[in-house]
């Protein structure tokens, strides 16, 4: 019989060495130890088959069996603290011959930290009084005052370090980027100065020159160094110790991304680690069918939720109040009819279906342990999750007997009307790489602290996990050359904001592994996003492009004045022309038509303090510092 350890508890009022006298003549129970200090406890080793007896016994309030005692694991150390001194919160604006861009770092380190004071009243970024330089414009009231921010100190101990990220970009490598890499400041290593994290690749099963990357060293173009800079570099970027790779489309979807699974899954162990390094993909490319087709708002019969239920059109039409379609986070454009050049109200549908072969693909990377995070893309829709029940139970009903429909493409403009026979019509589905359930989708947002409302672009909606910095981010991105002959410039687009959330993700990933010996899931990454966010300083705005229930007729003209607060910079709000309007970043709105309110925040300072973005009172009441509650939501 097997000999088990047993911890009793005795019954108050039970005399220890009594109780245990009792025992003398039996066999199967043998003291190990009467705990002299501990009157209540006496630990015995015991036959396993006698055990229930002394559960029993009518002095004993608990006899159990001791578990195995595992040594506590012993964690990493904590890293050491990366700082960066006396640096100006800027854009490239401030690049030129006569400047270093080592001495700028993006807004996104003020933005999106706690851990520089506001200065004074002064809002900070790229929201202009238009009034100041053109008086053609009605003056605005209400602007950033100042768009820089010298002598600033960013300081972290976590960098990403031990994460791998990758860019997956659209098309084929382009221009002349050749060793861009491995001489430029931002993409330096601090653990190995003068070394870069940028590492080449033959990506496996891949043929063209673009995935075969060792012999040209030719790794990245423009738009990947944008990327690769916003997400990890040093002055641009939060994952400032993160390995960086890129990798391109040109393969075909499907290949490269599965080049990527075999890069991950035959990564060795890190002997720092003890564990595998975590992969991070960046979704950079979009197929821009958000904004697809356009339907007469006059054409439809009826719009429908799974929620709301069904408005029926009123028996005169809709007239001017388009809210049960807002309501439902439906915002029609004005789109121009190409046959007559008529303007008309429309709502604009995305493609009907999802690329069930891109889901299959994409999922892969969350079935092998990749943590994928993609830009919603720049196409003005609005969209929701695959399992989001507004998926195909939102919906707008046509007028029996066929109604014109307008095809609008992102480079071709808005086609001549069609007939279609189809009846029922989906605002929110999403064709990918965004909409899956297995991906964080990610909005751009301004970089703006007195208008942090969603770059006007955007694709948006509940469908977005969280909002990043989209336009005017400082980055490595190849545009103003600096007196060391170092390229910098501003990135922008869903293709900045994303990576600007990737950074802020690996610097979280990498104080999981510390604090707890194991990488953290995609699960555990998307709510530490959505939960840091939401203990920071920022709130998305939500402003309205119109009237909604009283709107104006269709037409070309401006629709809101740029004098009003929260405007963005564009005059064509709402206006889907003919021909000449990308639908890469030219069909514009201003709400949020659901979007979660929260820009990505990276809790530098390791504990939540909600206040210290600005300067601390000196008259007043100082304790207790109330709660500041409106971030808390």
């Avoid at 006298?21 to 039996?26: G, K, L, Q, R």
Wanted: proline letters at 5%; aromatic letters at 12%; glycine letters at 10%.
């Amino acid at each position: 019989m097997a000999t088990i350890l047993v911890n009793v508890k005795l019954k108050d009022g039970v005399d220890q060495n009594s109780f245990v006298s009792e025992f003398d003549s039996v066999s199967e129970v043998t003291v190990k130890n009467l705990l002299p200090n501990i009157p209540t406890l006496v630990v015995f080793n015991v036959e396993d088959s006698y055990l229930s007896t002394l559960q029993s016994h009518s002095s004993v309030e608990s006899a159990e069996e001791e578990p195995d005692a595992f040594p506590a694991v012993t964690y990493p150390s904590l890293p050491s603290v990366y700082t960066l001194t006396n640096k100006e919160v800027y854009s490239s604006v401030g690049v030129n011959s006569s400047t270093d861009g080592t001495d700028y770092i993006s807004y996104q380190h003020y933005y999106d930290t706690d851990l520089m004071q506001k200065d004074g009243n002064n809002d900070l970024g790229m929201a202009n009084d238009y009034n100041g330089y053109d008086t053609s414009y009605p003056g605005r009231t209400v602007f950033d005052e100042t768009r820089r921010y010298a002598g600033q100190t960013y300081s972290s101990r976590y960098t990403g370090k031990h994460v791998d990220i990758v860019t997956l970009e659209a098309g084929e490598l382009s221009g002349s980027y050749t060793g861009y890499h491995d001489n430029h400041p931002d993409f330096d290593d601090p653990d190995n100065a003068g070394n870069t994290r940028c590492i080449p690749m033959n990506w496996n099963g891949c043929s063209s020159a673009s995935n075969n990357q060792v012999t040209s060293n030719f790794m990245i173009d423009d738009h990947a160094i944008g990327t690769l800079s916003t997400a990890a570099g040093i002055y641009c970027g939060f994952a400032k110790k993160a390995k960086l790779r890129a990798s391109y489309t040109i393969d075909g979807i499907a290949t490269v991304v599965d080049a990527i699974i075999y890069f991950h899954n035959n990564k060795g162990i890190n002997a720092t680690t003890g564990l595998k390094n975590p992969t991070i993909v960046v979704g950079e490319f979009q197929y821009l069918r958000d904004t697809y087709t356009g339907i007469k708002v006059s054409d439809i019969a009826s719009v429908t939720d799974p929620t709301g239920g069904t408005t029926n059109r009123p028996g005169s039409g809709w007239g001017t109040d388009f809210t049960a379609f807002t309501s439902r986070n439906i915002f029609p454009y004005r789109v121009q009819d190409p046959t007559d050049d008529s303007w008309h109200w429309m709502v604009t549908f995305p493609q009907q279906s999802q690329f069930s072969w891109l889901k299959t693909t994409l999922d892969s990377l969350h079935t092998n342990g990749i943590i994928f995070i993609t830009a919603a893309g720049n196409n003005g829709g609005t969209y929701v999750k695959e399992s989001d029940a507004r998926w195909n139970g939102t919906y707008c009903t046509m007028d029996s007997g066929g109604v014109d429909k307008y095809d609008i493409r992102y480079d071709d403009g808005v086609s001549s009307p069609s007939n279609t026979n189809t009846v029922t019509w989906y605002p929110f589905i999403a064709a990918g790489p965004h909409g899956l359930d297995k991906g964080i989708d990610v909005a751009a947002g301004q970089n703006s602290e007195s208008q942090g409302m969603l770059d006007d672009y955007t694709t948006r909606g509940p469908g977005i996990d969280i909002v990043g910095r989209g336009a005017y981010t400082f980055s490595a991105y190849p545009s103003n050359t600096d007196t060391n002959g170092h390229k910098w410039g501003d990135f922008s687009g869903t293709s900045c904001a994303t990576p600007t959330v990737v950074g802020k993700a690996a610097c979280m990933m990498e104080e999981y592994y510390t604090l707890n010996g194991a990488w953290p899931n995609f699960t555990q990454v998307k709510n530490m996003l959505q939960s840091e966010a939401r203990n920071g300083n920022t709130r998305v705005l939500d402003p309205a492009s119109t009237t909604w229930s009283n709107v104006g007729t269709a037409s070309s003209s401006v629709i809101q004045s740029m004098s009003q607060v929260f405007y963005p910079i564009d005059s064509s709000l709402l206006r889907i022309k003919k021909s000449g309007t990308s639908g890469n970043g030219g069909f514009t709105f201003a709400e949020l038509a659901g979007t979660p309110k929260f820009f990505a925040f990276w809790n530098a300072k390791g504990f939540n303090r909600e206040q210290t973005m600005h300067k601390r009172p000196t008259s007043g009441v100082m304790y207790p510092r109330p709660r500041n509650i409106s971030n808390i939501e």
